[in-house]
């Protein structure tokens, strides 16, 4: 029995109070109307756990919150590859929100990593948008499963922290589509987050807060989203124009300004009041949708979310190299802690997401509790954490003279706070050099070196990682994560975690290089798809540790790879949004090896023949299995046409060109043991003609194509087929836009011609 009586409502308040509504109330309310009995609720960050702030509010992380679990950030929980996992996580933060009296989390951010200077890239997923939006997905569904909203968030296009609130994404349609909106498509499709939380930015041109082509055309007229379009905070320049692109609710509160506005232009006939009204009936449905939540009154085992933060953090945690299996560690000898950051975690990342935890474990406590009277372990910090003051040559000496007396030296190094923030890019990928300088000190004492890496977007390793026997990617782990690398690293857990962005030799390396953060009000998305991995693969370029990387200490074989064909899917309606499912890819993975352990299958297609520029190949499902000693699985997996499709901006659509597929399986971009190549077929392309389409156009168009060689045939002045016989000819001619080769063959081809060829198109 629904609580609100919405036309009811929407009569009874008056344009002023209905203007008020679509805009918050404080930093972190949306307003109550007394008169109405309508109550405020409350939305709260973030992606990796609960910042419910009280008093000293702001948006950036500086006041204090109420204590919650922080788990691992974004960039690690997207190297776990897991759906469950991920979905774990959301329903446990969905559950602390849920016991705050907190109606939507502002979370997840699944927006790409096109850089890997971007401050925020701890926040997000991967560089690539299945990635992003099979794991975000899981996020929200998680988070939804407890009763309160997930807010998917930043739509869209919000690359870079440079110039946040200006800077416009200059980016063509097909990336777009492609890479950029595919995550968030996938998410709202799949799982109706109760909100969408627009991006700071313009896309071309246009803020992202007041687009109708993004809110309203795409947002909700092509995937149907039925939730409600929160701004980010502080997005919106133009709030009339805002309500009239499709945002629903202005964050935070601009003390009735922009309501003021939003009345005048009703008042004045420049905003339809029903498009107000349509705003504030999503307001108010959020509110129905979230009361039951809000009003609950729970309890959390915040012990047991501890726990489940360390299992979900170490299961992010990538081994990215282990020569002469120096991993996992016998805990017995003498081992050395070297580091900082092992006595003193980095775990989250600054700014809104900063998480105020329960409690927070180091791995120096953690290993030494672990490894109890049978192993000796000492420790010297090497280097202080953003500390001017910290005497560098006295503090790599004392390090180098603990690591010399070690069997085995367990160095963490990592970004310093600093680095790596909300509201700001880096500039380099390099960790600080007296971090790097220890290192190859420590090296020169010790041959056994495992090297522990704490930080939110992928630091470069080439310069130095020849130091290090072992390397451990630990990211920002959250609370739990000291734990959880000791676990690791004493392989109480075996590491499962792959890469879900590339960690490039340098950033020269990047494509975005040249083109990131842009100027004067414009960042130009000049690398077009070729994004990630997309690029590297492209180039052919060497990397440090391709995407989808990972080692294990157990091993893994793939076996008997099977791609079949599906001629008889789903087809129409029933087949879905996203097309009938027409691969089907099955292999075997074995665990070879004599320990437990999970292999992620990664599937990746390409389309060596398309008549477009497509990327080599990229990734279109993933699984994983956990399998015990000597066990196998059969894994199978689907490619639906959405996979097999590219955007075609001719076609303003999705568009499967029939052809060659090649499909190869493995365990990273670059590791693909297993290949397959197959012909899908389909109805031949026909992309839409118009006058501008050129000869070669008109012949690659199968209903075309007839119609003008009977054009030609039928020609005033004599048949003029023969003329185009010449395959030569024809492809000279081929980038003659068809009106205008009437200039050279005569009025055989001539613009009524051309009407009347279009209009038989059309008619067949
Ligand atoms: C961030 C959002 C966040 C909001 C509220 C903004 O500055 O971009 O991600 O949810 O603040 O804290």
């Known amino acids: ?377 000492s420790f010297a910090a090497g280097y202080g954490v953003d500390d001017p003051g910290a005497d560098v040559a006295a503090l790599r000496a004392e390090a180098v003279a603990v690591a010399g007396d070690a069997d085995t030296a367990v160095v963490f190094l990592g970004l310093p706070p600093s680095y790596e923030s909300e509201g700001y890019d880096r500039t380099h990928i390099d960790l600080p050099a007296e971090q790097v300088a220890l290192l190859e000190a420590v090296a020169e004492v010790n041959d056994r070196v495992v090297v522990v890496l704490a930080n939110g977007s992928v630091v470069a390793l080439a310069g130095w990682e020849h130091h290090a026997g072992a390397l451990v990617e630990g990211w920002l782990g959250g609370q739990a994560g000291g734990g959880a690398i000791v676990d690791v690293l004493l392989g109480v857990a075996n590491p499962s975690g792959r890469l879900a962005e590339t960690i490039p030799k340098r950033l020269a390396d990047t494509p975005a290089y040249l083109d990131f953060p842009g100027e004067d009000r414009h960042v130009r998305y000049g690398e077009g798809l070729f994004v990630g991995y997309r690029h590297h693969d492209a180039v052919d370029l060497d990397v440090s540790y391709p995407f989808g990387h990972g080692l294990s200490y157990t091993t893994f074989e793939l076996t008997d790879l099977d791609v079949t064909v599906l001629d008889d899917g789903v087809g129409g309606a029933e087949a879905g949004w996203r097309g009938r499912d027409r691969i089907e890819v099955g292999v075997t993975v074995t665990n070879t090896g004599s320990r437990a352990g999970k292999e992620v299958v990664q599937v990746y297609v390409g389309a060596p023949e398309a008549s477009v520029q497509r990327p080599v190949r990229e990734l279109r499902a993933f699984a994983k299995v956990d399998l015990g000693p000597g066990a196998s699985e059969r894994v199978v997996l689907r490619l639906d046409e959405r996979d097999l499709s590219y955007w075609s901006t001719r076609a303003d659509g999705w568009v499967l060109e029939p052809g060659e597929f090649e499909v190869a399986v493995g365990r990273s971009s670059r590791d693909l043991p297993l290949r397959a190549t197959v012909r899908v077929d389909g109805p031949p392309l026909a992309l839409p003609l118009d006058r501008s389409s050129t000869l070669a156009e008109w012949f690659e168009h199968p209903v075309g194509h007839e119609v003008l060689v009977e054009a030609l045939r039928r020609s005033p002045g004599g048949d003029l087929r023969p003329m185009l016989d010449d395959p030569a000819q024809r492809r000279m001619l081929g980038s003659f836009p068809m009106p205008r080769l009437a200039t050279m063959l005569g009025p055989a081809v001539g613009d009524d011609l051309v009407d009347g060829m279009l209009a038989e198109v059309a008619g067949r």
Not at 20 to 38: C, D, K, M, N, Y
Not at 142 to 147: C, P, R
Not at 199 to 212: E, F, L, M, T
Not at 362 to 370: E, G, V, Y
């Open 1 to 377: 029995m629904p609580r609100f009586d919405i036309p009811a409502l929407l009569a009874d308040l008056t344009v002023a109070e209905r203007s008020s509504l679509v805009s918050g109330q404080g930093f972190w309310w949306t307003r109550r109307i007394e008169r109405v009995g309508l109550p405020s609720i409350m939305v709260s960050d973030g992606p990796h756990g609960l910042r419910k702030q009280e008093r000293n509010t702001d948006h950036v992380g500086v006041g204090g919150s109420v204590p919650a679990t922080c788990f691992p950030t974004a960039s690690a929980l997207a190297s776990s590859w897991d759906v469950d996992l991920v979905r774990r996580v959301g329903a446990a933060i969905g559950e602390e929100a849920r016991a705050q009296g907190v109606a939507v989390v502002l979370g997840p951010g699944i927006n790409i990593k096109r850089s890997p200077l971007c401050g925020r890239n701890f926040e997000y997923l991967s560089e690539d948008p299945v990635v992003a939006g099979v794991l975000g997905s899981a996020m929200v569904d998680g988070i939804q499963s407890q009763g309160v909203g997930a807010s998917l968030k930043h739509y869209a296009a919000n690359n870079q922290e440079t110039d946040r609130l200006r800077v416009s994404a200059d980016v063509d349609i097909r990336p777009l589509r492609e890479i950029y909106l595919a995550g968030f498509e996938r998410v709202v499709r799949d799982t109706q987050p109760w909100t969408v939380m627009c991006s700071y930015n313009r896309i071309n041109g246009v803020y992202a807060s007041q687009d109708p082509w993004l809110l309203t055309e795409v947002l909700r007229g092509e995937w149907g989203f039925d939730g409600l379009v929160v701004s980010d905070w502080g997005a919106v320049d133009d709030p009339v124009a805002a309500v009239a692109a499709g945002l629903d609710l202005e964050m935070p509160s601009t003390g009735g300004a922009s309501a003021a506005r939003v009345t005048a232009a009703v008042e004045a006939g420049d905003l339809p009041e029903a498009v107000l009204d349509t705003a504030v009936e999503r307001l108010i449905a959020l509110i129905e949708r979230a009361l039951p939540g809000v009003e609950a009154e729970d309890d959390v085992d915040l012990d047991a979310h501890h726990q489940l933060a360390r299992e979900v953090a170490r299961d992010c945690v990538v081994l990215l190299k282990n020569e002469a299996d120096l991993l996992p560690l016998a805990p017995i000898g003498r081992l050395a802690v070297i580091g900082e950051l092992a006595r003193t975690p980095r775990f989250q990342g600054a700014g809104s997401s900063k998480v105020k935890p329960t409690r927070v474990d180091d791995a120096l406590t953690a290993l030494r509790a672990a490894v109890g009277d049978d192993a000796t372990v």
